[in-house]
Every structure is written in C-alpha cells, then in structure tokens.
C-alpha cells in the first residue's frame, strides 16, 4: 500500500514535471517563434532596403549612363561644329585668297588699261600737236587794234617790226589762216585773247619762233609774246613748270622748256631733262644748296594755289 503510494507520488512527480518541462519548451518555443519572426521580419526589412538600395543604383547607373550619352553627343555635337568651322575657314581661306589673286589680277589690268589710256592720251596729245605744228600763238595783243586793221595785216607788221629779215616775196609771210582763241569774247576777261595763225610755209614759221626767242616782241609799244601753239593740255603741264623756271632762271640755269612739256636746266657743265615735276623734285632733295634755293614744296604750294 505504501508502495502504491509512492508510486502514485513520483508518478504525479513525473507528470508535474513533464508538465514544467513542456510549459518551459512552450515557453522556448514561443520565443523561438518571436525571434524567428523578428529575423524573418529584419530579413525581410533588410530585403527591402536592399531592393531600395539596388533600384537606387540601378537609377543612378541609368542616369551616370543617359548623362554619359549626352556628353558624347554634345561631344560629337562640338567636334562636328569644330570641323564645320574649320571647313568654313578653310573656304573663305580659299575665297579670300582667291579675292586676293582676283583683286591682284584685276589692279594689273587697270594698271595696264591706265598705261594704255595714258599711252592713248599722250597719242592723241601728239597728234594734235603735231596738227599745230605750222602755228604760232600770239599772247598779249589788245584787241583795239582788230578793230582798225585786220590780224592778218596786224601780224604783218608784228615781223616787220621786229624780224624784216624774215618777210618773203613782196615784202609778205604767206598765211593760211589768222584768228582769236577762243572766237567768242568773254566781257569778264580782263586780258586780251590770245591769236591763232597757221602760216603756209614751216620753216617760215620756226625762224620767227626762234626770233621770238632771242629777244622780246613789240607792236606800237606793246609787249607780245610769240610761242609755239600747242593744245590745251601741253599748256596746261608747261604751265605748271613756270614758278621753277622762273627760279631757275634767276639762279642762271638757263631753263628751257622743250617739246611737248619737258624741263631742262644746265648745271655743272651737264644738261639735265626731267618730264615730271616729281622727277625734279627728287633732283633738287638730293642737292642740299640748290634745295634750299628752289624749296620745292612751298614752290608746289604756291603752283596749286594758282591752279585752284
């Protein structure tokens, strides 16, 4: 009976402590179950944030590769623009140098078309004094005397007076024709036109012209000056020749104009030409003395003063 009963008590033991056991492994189990739930949750939440963090790089990697391919296209872009430019010089490189030859081309043919109207000028210049060749321009004579006497008879009397030598059969120098330049008078002219006669005979012509040279013409007292007739613009370049003349020949260069309109002055036993103003000029600068005897530039100054 005893032996029933501690039996009873250690089967009762047993049972009280398998009950403690599994209440104890319940107990484990549930925290086994939270902690396993609180992995799976941090799991799941470390998951996320990697899925996060991945899609965030794939975000940054899809936006490091769409900036890339934008700067090499606006790379190209530049390079493209860069040789566009570079062919664009290159072409007005080529444009400009071809202006260049063009313009070159174009400044010889004018330099060639001026040397020939030049050419032209001084042709049509020569003609048309060799067309005068057989006349003599009588400068200075008052036109009172037209009335009285015709210039036929008036030049008649002129080589009469100061070269009879010269007058041919009967006493008279045969004429062609005898006239005023211009032909009509101008009422604000305070100097007499100037005459125009053509004589018949050339060599008739050229004595009164070298007498007339040599020593000064008069009629009934007055000065006149017997020239070769040229035209306008032969006049005009010896004209522009007469304030170095006239200093010329007060330094007794002994200055001649000669044909059509060319300076000559005789110096330190040599006989020097100059065609141009320009020409004399260089002359004279090169000669300290005679530089400052002439001083050319106040010499022009004055010429261009008259000429306007």
């Given at each position: 009976m005893q032996f029933k009963t501690q039996l009873r008590e250690a089967e009762d033991n047993w049972e009280k402590n398998l009950k403690t056991k599994i209440s104890h492994l319940e107990t484990e189990n549930s925290v086994l179950k939270a902690k396993i739930n609180q992995l799976e949750n941090e799991a799941k939440e470390m998951k996320d944030e990697a899925k996060q963090m991945k899609d965030e790089v794939k975000k940054m990697k899809d936006d490091l590769q769409r900036k890339s391919d934008q700067k090499e296209k606006d790379d190209q872009k530049t390079k493209d623009e860069i040789q566009s430019l570079r062919t664009r010089i290159q072409q007005l490189e080529s444009s400009d140098l071809t202006r260049q030859q063009d313009t070159i081309k174009q400044n010889q043919k004018n330099g060639k078309n001026e040397e020939n109207m030049e050419h032209l000028i001084h042709k049509t210049d020569d003609l048309e004094n060799r067309s005068r060749r057989d006349n003599l321009r009588i400068i200075g004579l008052p036109e009172d005397h037209d009335?009285?006497?015709?210039?036929?008879?008036?030049?008649q009397e002129i080589i009469k007076e100061n070269c009879p030598e010269i007058l041919e059969?009967?006493?008279k120098v045969e004429i062609d024709r005898i006239h005023r330049s211009p032909p009509v008078l101008n009422p604000q002219l305070t100097t007499p036109r100037n005459v125009i006669a053509k004589f018949k005979n050339y060599q008739t012509k050229e004595k009164i012209l070298q007498a007339a040279k040599k020593k000064l013409f008069r009629y009934q007292?007055?000065?006149?000056?017997?020239t070769q007739d040229l035209d306008a613009s032969t006049l005009k370049k010896r004209k522009a020749w007469n304030t170095i003349f006239q200093k010329a020949r007060e330094l007794g260069l002994q200055p001649r104009i000669n044909y059509p309109a060319k300076l000559t002055i005789f110096l330190q036993g040599k006989v020097w030409s100059?065609?141009?103003?320009?020409?004399?000029?260089?002359?004279?600068?090169?000669?300290p003395d005679l530089n400052r005897k002439f001083d050319v530039q106040a010499q022009n100054s004055r010429e261009s003063s008259k000429g306007n």
């Open positions: 009335k009285r006497k015709s210039l036929d008879i008036i030049l059969q009967e006493g007292g007055t000065i006149v000056r017997i100059f065609n141009k103003i320009e020409e004399f000029q260089e002359f004279v600068k090169k000669r």
